[in-house]
């Protein structure tokens, strides 16, 4: 260290002998607690975002009966996105990968789901049917999964074939299908379909998985999200409700939703696996981040951009630190 290295550092880390005095921090932080309460509790008032009504099953079925209908004959097709979805959930995909290296079948299935019994058996069996509906759950339980696997595949093309028009639909061989998606549709329809989806994991039930799957197999949950601008397109991570601001720290991993290769979910590997890539960028960069201290060059940037002295530069001129001595 040269001698005047030396004598800034003494300087530095000397006592303070200027003028001080009095500070009670302890009474400026309940006044500033005080006054940020009042403003936050005066703007909630006039700025507040709105407060939304929640997602049902009952507004679902209300509003877009024939898209239910036919989500229920799709989960009983295994032809819904939860059900091919793969793991946690189940084995009927590769799920995500980071070029050769594929977390999501590594991790396995800890959260099983069976889209045909956990979102339509199982709810109808748990409620008392009509006749024909109890008819129909005894059909579909005691026939064979091959029947089962055509009834349904063959009744979801139908459906396809004209759009999810329920009434449109051609005559065919589908079994008891047509009736089970029926007898949901009316449990939805009456309320009683989200209180029994809700409970299958006990009384008191926090996970929502199933529920949120069931919602994100329709055009319901997806409709509600793109006239609430909450879709990637708009950022809408970004927001709460509406374009009413949220969480703004997640720019960072949105912004790469919107750039190449990233977005390119149909033509491109990574824009397949955007999210395990996007996982894995922002991890290395705030690995950077915290390794800063010990990266030769960057740690001693501080010292090379001396912004510090700037800020404190009337200490500086007042303690006479780094001033050039003249020849």
Same mark, same amino acid.
């Given at each position: 260290?040269?001698?005047?290295?030396?004598?800034?550092?003494?300087?530095?880390?000397?006592?303070?002998?200027?003028?001080?005095?009095?500070?009670?921090?302890?009474?400026?932080?309940?006044?500033?607690?005080?006054?940020?309460?009042?403003?936050?509790? $005066?703007?909630?008032?006039?700025?507040?975002?709105?407060?939304?009504?929640?997602? $049902?099953?009952? =507004?679902?079925?209300?509003?877009?009966?024939?898209?239910?209908?036919? $989500?229920?004959?799709?989960?009983?097709?295994? $032809?819904?996105?939860?059900?091919?979805?793969?793991?946690?959930?189940?084995?009927?995909?590769? /799920?995500?990968?980071?070029?050769?290296?594929?977390? @999501?079948?590594?991790?396995?299935?800890?959260?099983?789901?069976?889209?045909?019994?956990?979102?339509?058996?199982?709810?109808?069996?748990?409620?008392? @049917?009509?006749?024909?509906?109890?008819?129909?759950?005894?059909?579909?339980?005691?026939?064979?999964?091959?029947?089962?696997?055509?009834?349904?595949?063959?009744?979801?093309?139908?459906?396809?074939?004209?759009?999810?028009?329920?009434?449109?639909?051609?005559?065919?061989?589908?079994?008891?299908?047509?009736?089970?998606?029926?007898?949901?549709?009316?449990?939805?329809?009456?309320?009683?379909?989200?209180?029994?989806?809700?409970?299958?994991?006990?009384?008191?039930?926090?996970?929502?998985?199933?529920?949120?799957?069931?919602?994100?197999? =329709?055009?319901?949950?997806?409709?509600?999200?793109?006239?609430?601008?909450?879709?990637? &397109?708009?950022? =809408?991570?970004?927001?709460?409700?509406?374009?009413?601001?949220?969480?703004?720290?997640?720019?960072?991993?949105?912004?790469?939703?919107?750039?190449?290769?990233?977005?390119?979910?149909?033509?491109?590997?990574? &824009?397949?696996?955007?999210?395990?890539?996007?996982?894995?960028?922002? /991890?290395?960069?705030?690995?950077?981040?915290?390794?800063?201290?010990?990266?030769? =060059?960057?740690?001693?940037?501080?010292?090379?951009?001396?912004?510090?002295?700037?800020?404190?530069?009337?200490?500086?001129?007042?303690?006479?630190?780094?001033?050039?001595?003249?020849?």
């Amino acid at each position: 260290m040269s001698a005047d290295k030396s004598a800034i550092h003494s300087k530095e880390s000397a006592p303070w002998q200027g003028q001080v005095r009095r500070y009670d921090i302890v009474k400026e932080g309940v006044i500033a607690l005080l006054i940020v309460s009042l403003l936050t509790l $005066t703007l909630s008032i006039f700025m507040g975002s709105p407060d939304e009504p929640s997602l $049902t099953f009952k =507004g679902w079925a209300a509003s877009n009966s024939d898209n239910f209908y036919t $989500t229920a004959v799709q989960e009983l097709a295994g $032809t819904s996105e939860s059900a091919g979805y793969g793991a946690p959930y189940n084995d009927a995909g590769v /799920g995500l990968n980071l070029g050769p290296l594929w977390l @999501q079948k590594w991790a396995g299935i800890h959260h099983p789901i069976n889209s045909a019994n956990d979102f339509v058996i199982t709810p109808l069996g748990e409620q008392q @049917q009509p006749a024909e509906v109890a008819a129909a759950l005894s059909t579909w339980r005691s026939a064979a999964v091959v029947d089962k696997q055509r009834w349904a595949v063959d009744y979801d093309a139908a459906l396809s074939a004209v759009e999810g028009k329920v009434s449109a639909v051609k005559s065919g061989d589908y079994g008891p299908v047509p009736t089970l998606a029926k007898g949901l549709t009316a449990m939805a329809t009456s309320g009683a379909l989200d209180g029994l989806l809700l409970s299958q994991g006990g009384f008191f039930q926090t996970d929502h998985t199933k529920q949120i799957l069931f919602f994100g197999d =329709g055009a319901y949950l997806d409709d509600a999200g793109t006239a609430a601008n909450l879709q990637g &397109g708009t950022w =809408g991570m970004m927001n709460e409700t509406g374009r009413y601001p949220g969480q703004a720290w997640l720019w960072l991993y949105s912004l790469w939703y919107q750039i190449p290769p990233f977005n390119n979910e149909e033509s491109h590997p990574i &824009g397949a696996n955007a999210d395990a890539y996007i996982l894995a960028l922002m /991890g290395f960069m705030t690995l950077g981040l915290v390794m800063i201290p010990f990266i030769p =060059g960057v740690r001693s940037l501080p010292i090379r951009i001396p912004l510090h002295r700037a800020i404190w530069r009337q200490y500086y001129q007042t303690e006479g630190i780094g001033k050039r001595k003249k020849k």
